[in-house]
């Protein structure tokens, strides 16, 4: 039998509109912006049911990974003080750098793995990844393990 607390790691491009829906409700009601969940849904267009199927299915990463190791591998350019820039952005996001690795670059692409502790004080860890990943000279960014 299937494990049915599996947990995937999707972005938010690739997740159906619903589901952010009930995100948004979720985030409304725990912000105290609205003090039911009938005046959430409504702000959000969705139904009463929908939002029950999926309000405990769906929550921000940061909620879960606190005090959890995050390791990621991008691919970036080899320029000087890009990857200063990178670990840059992790500190501003008041995460702790735990390891990096650096490969040669080859065609003057660097792939890099950099593993982060999420801390109570860090900053959303969403946000820390989009910064990164739109970052210029950053090809690519993979989430490839939290622990």
């Not at 999707?10 to 589901?19: R, S, Y």
């Not at 409304?28 to 959000?44: H, Q």
């Not at 049911?49 to 909620?63: A, L, V, W």
């Not at 005090?67 to 991008?74: D, L, R, S």
Request: charged share 25%; hydrophobic share 45%; with cysteine.
């Amino acid at each position: 039998m299937e494990n049915a607390f599996k947990f995937y790691m999707v972005k938010k491009k690739a997740l159906p509109e619903v589901l952010l829906k009930v995100a948004e409700v979720n985030n409304l009601l725990g912000a105290g912006r609205v003090k039911t969940i009938r005046e959430a849904i409504d702000a959000v267009g969705i139904s009463r049911s929908s939002y029950y199927k999926y309000k405990d299915d769906i929550f921000p990463i940061h909620e879960k990974i606190q005090g959890k190791t995050i390791t990621f591998v991008m691919e970036m350019e080899d320029r000087p003080g890009l990857l200063s820039n990178v670990l840059k952005v992790v500190a501003e996001c008041n995460a702790n750098i735990l390891s990096i690795h650096q490969s040669i670059p080859v065609n003057h692409i660097a792939l890099i793995t950099l593993s982060v502790l999420v801390l109570p004080t860090t900053d959303d860890v969403t946000e820390l990844f989009e910064k990164i990943a739109d970052a210029r000279g950053i090809h690519n960014l993979k989430i490839v393990s939290a622990e």
